[in-house]
């Protein structure tokens, strides 16, 4: 398994709409363990592939944080929200891609996702709280949309200075 650098915004790949999958093969299960030891190193709690420069319809995801809790590593493809509730819940969303900066952001609070899993069957579940907030995250990221697209122009901007100025000084060393 590899650790593998994560895209910082802005970068052009992750605003792209990544493809579906089409069958399940050895290659997308060697991405979906190096995408989850990525996500784990980060550490995080999930991980589009568009983060890593792979636009390909595939996520990976695990919210269990209690100490001493078995982890869910969860690995979906072609991920979508077939069901959402009208209730909302508010997180203070950071993401991966855009390190140290958190905002509040207002998105159904239960939702029932349909995804291939690496068994190359299809799977549906049921999700709420900090699983519900996080899987639509990360589907969001195989949209080309970011949780910062949910704030005020003037927030999200200010966001995106801070990021070209971590990357200016990440180029310089």
């Known amino acids: 398994m590899s650790i593998l650098p994560i895209l910082i915004h802005p970068d052009p790949r992750l605003k792209k709409v990544a493809e ?30 568009n983060q890593i420069g792979v636009l390909q319809r595939i996520i990976v995801l695990d919210c269990v944080k209690e100490e001493g809790e078995e982890p869910r590593p969860l690995v979906m493809m072609n991920p979508e929200v077939i069901a959402e509730s009208d209730d909302v819940g508010v997180y203070d969303e950071g993401c991966l ?20 899993g690496l068994d190359g069957q299809t799977h549906e579940e049921e999700f709420d709280g900090l699983w519900a907030t996080c899987v639509q995250h990360e ?16 927030k999200r901007q200010m966001i995106t200075r801070k990021m070209q100025k971590l990357k200016r000084e990440l180029a310089r060393g």
Request: charged share 30%; aromatic share 8%.
């Open 20 to 49: 579906p999958i089409e069958a399940v093969t050895d290659k997308l299960r060697k991405l979906a363990d190096d995408m989850l030891e990525t996500m784990y190193d980060a550490p995080g709690i999930g991980l589009a592939a």
């Open 97 to 116: 891609s855009i390190p140290e900066q958190y905002a509040e952001v207002e998105r159904p609070a239960v939702v029932t996702v349909r995804w291939l």
């Open 139 to 154: 589907i969001d990221h195989l949209d080309g949309k970011l949780f910062i697209d949910y704030l005020r122009p003037l």
